[in-house]
């Protein structure tokens, strides 16, 4: 059965500071693996999504790398701003979907 | 381009009933899948269609059931409600079946009394 973990559980920065969120799972054989963004009340928006084929992808200032072989994902988050607060969860796909726990990111002004 | 549309957007049941949720994917849409967020077991998969079939489904019970409709329009029911079905529940749809994003609906918040 596919487990994804996702740590730290929370974490709290000053504006303007780079970061880290971490994803792994237990099962490396999956189609693709997405990072989501949720706010609170709201439903989840797509961030990123990679391949099982790909190393990483890159959006503005997030980029996502994938190491299927070692089960971890890893999403860096550059130049952090208050609207980036949320909380993010990564999910893998195979035969369903299988999501984390999150993230809860908080960005100080 | 309209996003995934959830309806209801709350409701409130006692235990033992049946409900009924509806979503509507974005339009091109054929992959619709159904997610129970709660505080405790965070975002649990239920099940995924494509093309009117059930593709795979999550460690729910039996009284957890959905369909597809021939235009991509997807239910799911749960009958003989319990308390710890109180939850948020989401829908989501993809363009193409494992290859690409989710985009998610608001979601249902489901009370049971």
């Known amino acids: 059965k596919q487990e994804v973990t996702q740590i730290p559980a929370a974490l709290s920065v000053p504006e303007g500071e780079n970061l880290v969120l971490n994803c792994s799972f237990t099962d490396s054989a999956i189609y693709n693996l997405q990072w989501f963004r949720q706010d609170p009340g709201k439903g989840l928006t797509s961030l990123l999504l990679?391949?099982?084929?790909?190393r990483e992808q890159t959006s503005g200032r997030l980029n996502a790398s994938l190491d299927k072989s070692s089960g971890r994902s890893t999403l860096y988050i550059a130049a952090s701003q208050p609207g980036d607060s949320a909380t993010y969860l990564c999910?893998?796909?195979?035969?369903?979907?299988?999501f984390g726990s999150g993230t809860k990111l908080n960005v100080k002004p | 381009k309209a996003g995934v549309t959830q309806t209801p957007r709350y409701l409130i049941k006692t235990r033992g009933q049946q409900v009924t949720l509806s979503c509507s994917p974005i339009?091109?849409?054929?992959?619709v899948s159904w997610y129970q967020q709660t505080p405790g077991q965070g975002l649990q998969f239920l099940f995924e269609?494509?093309?009117?079939?059930?593709?795979n489904k999550g460690n729910f019970p039996g009284r957890f059931s959905g369909r597809q409709f021939s235009n991509s329009r997807s239910e799911m029911n749960v009958s003989t409600l319990e308390l710890g079905d109180s939850a948020l529940y989401l829908c989501a749809s993809s363009l193409h079946r494992g290859e690409s994003p989710l985009h998610f609906g608001n979601g249902t918040r489901l009370t049971v009394t």
């Open positions: 339009s091109g849409h054929r992959s």
């Open positions: 990679i391949q099982s084929s790909q």
């Open positions: 269609y494509f093309s009117e079939t059930q593709r």
């Open positions: 999910a893998v796909t195979r035969n369903g979907f299988y």
